[in-house]
């Protein structure tokens, strides 16, 4: 799919606790977008590297001047995942679309006031789930879509974080702050087991959660799995927070996608001992093993964003997706085994 | 482990419907083994490839010949699944071990008097799970052993398979007659399992079977997905038939194995578009990512087989977890889901 033309919008940040907000907001501006300000409370350990990236963007000191600003169309969070909620459905009642830090929220009840804030104001709600910042998948879902591995049986997603106790805030170790791991960092692999199936749904076959390495914080949970299944395939996730020092790179994120007639693997982010770079494709079908480098795919997501923002359309991901996505995230953490301790 | 040094037995083949008995034959012999004769019912596929491979070998008219043969120690059967255990019984009763092509049997009743067989006559019965044959495995266990990614948290193996239909017969396709693609292929992941997190038991947490891609077959199963749990770690296997042709191998077996403290993955058949050759292991660590050649690592279960045949040891494998392992691959196999079709 080629990239939409960048049109200009005007955007501001509130809530700069999680990093990710760097990319959020790099790629908005360097599609054209305008960042009229920022709002965060504290000095939060991401700020100073904010600044440092951004330093044309002024703070506010009440972010009321940015929800009130007409001009504003769009507002971004990376604020603690449980504070997201709350700022996505002030800042829609503003009448600004949103686009949040993952996960979205962390309590069904978030859920619900989310879905009825979109449905009341009109305006969108979007989760960054990881699959939008990978260019291979990008190529995976078209080679799928083009039926290169015939039927799709099932997807096998492992999604290893480094922890770097050291950047991390009190909240990252805090369960109804972050969430739990299914929700943080396991919403990402629900989006994707549904995206590569073309699911609408899926039931939550099995999970669970666990703390092996870091007893010291009885919150935490560092591993946590799902069995998932829909009318059009199956799957299977792992996320952790494990990924040793000894990897150049946050983590070695896999995704195998099976099908009747040939199998693609991504080594999204690295080819450990392998090839440099990120993107990392493998296509095996009944002619030949093919490495593809996808590092020049295309990661259209904010560019259809921007669209959405200015056309009122649903390119970028449908909202129906997006709620969907976390509500089965919420649903695996809430029915998660508990193990370890 | 060094490889004990080997001594010579004296052995026979009953039942040749498989070609893993090329390799359990191979080697065998390759150790000092003398095979005084083989004997199995009609034609099977595998029989004309044997005697290429091994023409000194004299095939019998009556199998009581090789059972009565009171110089024979060893009897190996590589007949239909479903007529496997039988064979090891009325061997075992006439004072033989036995090794058996996995998966050693295909119902639980058989289990029962397998091991009823083994407790009356004092011999064992050995079945020749996948992990003995791969070099790689056999590193992987010495560096889990010797700490080398802190604690085992989880396991993930992948058993692709080439479905190779113009050389299989036709019990390969009925279910009876070959167990069930969990009890068939799964038995491997489940013996894997154990061994990697040190279990002697395991919880099939959640199962399913299918078919998907060869509805021909109504009887066949081409995918099958476990998820497995003991008091020492998580797992999570899937194995499947639709290894693509443009693979140079029979199947891209992988085994990723998450500590703590760093990850192995093994790449056991292939690189795909990599490295040429088998067992390719890499070890993620604190320190560094470093790639492993296991070409050369040891693959001790047959020296150590033919140890325990001559003096009565358990080296090779513990005839409980050998036991175990069957028993759980006919429990996830009973109480699969059944998905496809």
Not at 145 to 167: K, W
Not at 227 to 242: F, I
Not at 264 to 289: C, M, Q, V, Y
């Amino acid at each position: 799919m080629a990239t939409p033309q960048a049109r200009p919008i005007r955007f501001a940040a509130i809530g700069l606790d999680h990093r990710h907000i760097y990319e959020m907001t790099g790629r908005l501006l360097a599609l054209g977008g305008e960042c009229v300000g920022y709002w965060t409370e504290g000095e939060p350990q991401p700020l100073a590297g904010f600044i440092k990236r951004y330093p044309h963007i002024p703070r506010v000191s009440d972010k009321r001047r940015l929800l009130h600003d007409s001009t504003v169309q769009l507002i971004l969070t990376a604020a603690i995942p449980c504070d997201r909620a709350a700022i996505a459905i002030e800042a829609m009642r503003a009448g600004k679309d949103v686009m949040t830090d993952k996960p979205g929220c962390t309590t069904v009840e978030q859920l619900g006031a989310l879905r009825r804030a979109v449905t009341k104001t009109a305006r969108f709600w979007s989760v960054t789930y990881g699959r939008f910042e990978t260019a291979a998948v990008t190529r995976a879902l078209e080679l799928v879509g083009l039926g290169a591995i015939g039927r799709l049986v099932q997807t096998i997603g492992l999604g290893p974080h480094r922890l770097n106790r050291h950047l991390r805030p009190a909240w990252f170790f805090r369960r109804d702050a972050y969430g739990g791991i299914l929700c943080d960092v396991g919403c990402h692999q629900i989006d994707q087991f549904l995206t590569f199936t073309g699911s609408k749904n899926a039931e939550i076959v099995s999970a669970s959660v666990g703390n092996f390495a870091n007893h010291g914080d009885a919150d935490f949970e560092d591993f946590g799995e799902m069995l998932l299944r829909s009318e059009s395939g199956c799957g299977y996730a792992r996320v952790d927070w494990y990924t040793p020092d000894g990897l150049a790179n946050w983590g070695d994120g896999r995704l195998t996608v099976l099908g009747t007639d040939g199998y693609i693997e991504l080594r999204k982010n690295i080819d450990i001992a392998g090839r440099p770079g990120t993107d990392h494709l493998f296509l095996i079908d009944h002619k030949s093993t093919r490495y593809i480098d996808c590092g020049c795919a295309e990661r259209p997501y904010y560019a259809n964003l921007i669209a959405d923002v200015l056309d009122r359309t649903e390119t970028a991901m449908s909202q129906n997706h997006c709620f969907k996505v976390m509500e089965l995230a919420l649903q695996a953490q809430a029915t998660a085994a508990r193990l370890g301790g």
